[in-house]
């Protein structure tokens, strides 16, 4: 049985670190595992331009960790306004790894996102020329189309006829939450690939909702079916470098999520490793957890691996804090609902 294991050090392909004293709280809860992050540009205002950019990455160099040599990837928040000559031009000096596109109204602060699809076809192909992916929330926002269709709908609908036409546009599809997302990519070809998160291979919607409701298990896109989640689970321990981890690490003050309209968004970064090794050693695939973790991210980006490596040991019972302290007040941390064994040694 293997209780010890050395990985190449993971990056984490989507993230939420917000600003301000939330940064400052959450970013080493990251910094600490991971080598890098593709950082959401949902900010209040959004991070729209390459200046918004600049300033956003500036902020997060101060918030780091003195120690740490983590390094944030940034995005691009992509609005119907959007100037191809400032992204051309961000992508050109490595401010940007990538453009976010938020159909407006999916989630937390996607006010500003798009509306009309067709108004954002020079900016994609543009994008499909200098080969700058595009990390997609997907899914539809109509609200006649039940929550728990709405990724399966966006691929037909949106996703699909986009890809069409314009071909060699390279797709990140975001966090994806059912079988239907997971066999698109799978049958994508080179040009598209899926983070999943660590909290969808756990939950389903039964965990939210059934015997009282888990304000804390709520996200967008929200957890589905158990079968998903079993196709989610089969996907990320399959090999299939189409398949990396984007965690959605997305921390919300425990004021915001416990409301009767409360925010979206599980709080994942300081137990995902060690929830993925105990996922992975459960699908008898500890082997796959590095290439899931750690290489098959950066193939898709084209980046290169991280040089130094983590260790994960089994071991007693992991102790992690039911919350963390923010200058805005505390933040609960996901709770997988099982004991972790799984140790991380940095
Ligand atoms: O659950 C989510 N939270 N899903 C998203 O797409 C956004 C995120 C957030 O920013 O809180
Ligand atoms: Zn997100």
């Known amino acids: 049985m293997t ?5 190449l050090r993971p990056d984490d392909w ?23 992050a ?23 160099m101060w918030a780091k960790p003195k120690n740490s040599d983590f390094k944030p990837l940034m995005t691009l928040y992509l609005t119907e306004d959007t100037q191809v ?32 699809f067709s108004k954002v076809t020079r900016v994609l192909e543009n994008m499909a020329q200098i080969g700058l992916p595009l990390c997609v929330h997907g899914e539809v926002t109509d609200n006649d ?26 797709v990140v ?33 039964n965990h939210i909702l059934a015997g009282g409701i888990k304000p804390h298990y709520y996200c967008l896109p929200v957890a589905k079916r158990e079968e998903h989640r079993v196709a989610l689970r089969k996907a990320a321990t399959s090999g299939d ?13 425990d004021a915001a999520k416990l409301q009767p309209c409360g925010c979206a968004g599980c709080f994942t970064a300081t137990n995902t490793l060690s929830i993925l090794a105990h996922v992975f050693e459960e699908e008898d695939a500890l082997d796959r957890l590095e290439g899931f973790t750690s290489r098959h991210g950066p193939a898709f980006y084209r ?6 490596t983590i260790t994960l040991e089994k071991g007693e019972p992991v102790e992690y804090p039911a919350q963390i302290e923010t200058g805005d007040g505390p933040v609960t941390l996901f709770d997988p609902g099982f004991p972790l064994h799984w140790h991380v040694r940095v």
């Open 3 to 7: 209780d010890r294991l050395t990985i």
């Open 14 to 36: 989507h993230l939420h670190l917000r600003d301000g004293e939330m940064l400052k709280a959450v970013l080493p809860e990251t910094a600490r595992h991971f080598a890098r």
């Open 38 to 60: 593709i950082i959401m540009p949902n900010l209040v205002p959004p991070v729209v331009t390459a200046a918004d950019a600049a300033d956003y990455r500036d902020r997060i």
């Open 85 to 116: 000559r400032d992204l051309r031009a961000a992508a050109e000096i490595g401010l940007i790894t990538a453009v976010k596109l938020y159909p407006a109204g999916a989630t937390t602060n996607s006010q500003s996102g798009v509306r009309d």
């Open 145 to 170: 189309i039940d929550i728990f269709d709405r990724e399966a709908v966006f691929i037909d609908r949106v996703l699909d006829p986009i890809r069409r036409d314009i071909p060699g546009l390279r």
């Open 173 to 205: 599809m975001e966090h994806i939450t059912t079988s239907d997302g997971a066999d698109y990519v799978r049958e994508g070809g080179d040009d598209i690939a899926a983070t999943i998160t660590t909290h969808h291979l756990v939950i389903n919607r």
């Open 241 to 253: 470098p189409s398949y990396f981890l984007g965690t959605d690490s997305a921390p919300h003050t």
């Open 303 to 308: 980046l290169p691996v991280n040089e130094d």
